[in-house]
């Protein structure tokens, strides 16, 4: 997806893409109005990222502290009533205003790590949150993270009231696909 400006105010879907043949990595951003705290409370709280994060093709998401961590966490996917999978992770605030998460899940047989880094820039109420996913394996896993990424920073602006959020086109079209080919089975674990 290329990047685009909608008006004056960038959204996550128009600036959402998976860098070229050479790279897998996702690159996003949203502008976000809310304290500080907030925004850093919501992106590493297990309880508070349910509120955002969106995995295409699940049909709810439950997100627990692993017990005896508070950094670590599990993301589990909750398809036709009954857990599907799940993507653990570990949550690390390394700087005032930057979060780093590390994903492990299990595709296929084989355990797949990437890492997340988030900054936020701006403030203090005013925020460009920037988002960079590195260490996918796969197109197909790129392109089911780019859809993740796109709906779960669209939401987390809604979150905070949807200032300066310009919602997703109503005609946009995303097709859930598993990462790993076909449509979503909904299989991480």
């Keep these: 997806m290329a990047l685009t400006k909608v008006g004056t105010e960038q959204t996550a879907e128009a600036t959402l893409h998976a860098s070229g043949s050479a790279s897998l990595d996702i690159v996003a951003s949203v502008r976000i109005e809310a304290e500080t705290r ?16 969106h995995l295409p093709g699940v049909e709810r998401i439950d997100c627990h502290a692993e ?44 355990l797949t790590r990437s890492l997340v880094e988030i900054y936020l820039y701006g403030g203090p109420d005013h925020w460009t949150l920037k988002l960079k996913h590195s260490g996918l394996s796969s197109k197909r896993e790129s392109e089911w993270y780019s859809r993740m990424w796109e709906r779960s920073l669209d939401k987390l602006s809604r979150v905070f009231g949807g200032i300066g959020a310009v919602p997703m086109s109503e005609n946009t079209v995303v097709k859930d696909e598993d990462p790993h080919g076909g449509p979503l089975s909904c299989h991480c674990d």
């Design 67 to 110: 017990q005896r961590s508070y950094d670590k966490f599990r993301i589990d996917m909750i398809c036709s009533g009954a857990r599907q999978g799940s993507i653990r992770g570990a949550c690390r605030l390394s700087r005032p205003n930057r979060v780093t998460y590390l994903w492990e899940s299990d595709q296929d047989g084989s």
């Design 38 to 53: 907030r925004v850093l409370y919501a992106l590493a709280t297990p309880e508070y990222m349910e509120a955002w994060l």
